[in-house]
């Protein structure tokens, strides 16, 4: 009978849905940098004797910041795997042949169109 649980085995079925952890750590910069900011803004507003303008100030900075962050981190990380995809890599085009022999002439079947 065993007491402690086979932790490897239970890791290694669910490690699909496990999260990695360089995803966790983009997701808690988003939370903490905001947080950080608005901490800012409150110290700021509590040293000059203001109303929250500061608060409000930091707040939609820290949003932006961070924000972009995950834009410019999200751009880079799709750039880099597109790099060999077949739709990224520039191919030369070849135009469709064409024969000057050929006339395009209007070829009417015999007694189409006449009046007679």
Do not use: C
């Amino acid at each position: 009978m065993k007491i402690i649980p086979d932790v490897s085995s239970f890791v290694e079925k669910n490690k699909k849905r496990n999260a990695d952890p360089k995803y966790s750590m983009h997701s808690l910069e988003l939370v903490i940098t905001v947080v950080l900011f608005v901490l800012i803004g409150r110290v700021v507003d509590s040293r000059l004797d203001s109303s929250p303008l500061f608060t409000l100030i930091f707040t939609i900075v820290g949003i932006a910041g961070s924000f972009l962050s995950a834009y410019y981190r999200y751009m880079k990380t799709s750039q880099v795997l597109d790099e060999n995809k077949v739709w990224s890599t520039d191919k030369e085009r070849i135009p469709a042949p064409f024969i000057e022999d050929d006339k395009d002439e209007l070829v009417v079947p015999q007694g189409y169109g006449s009046n007679d």
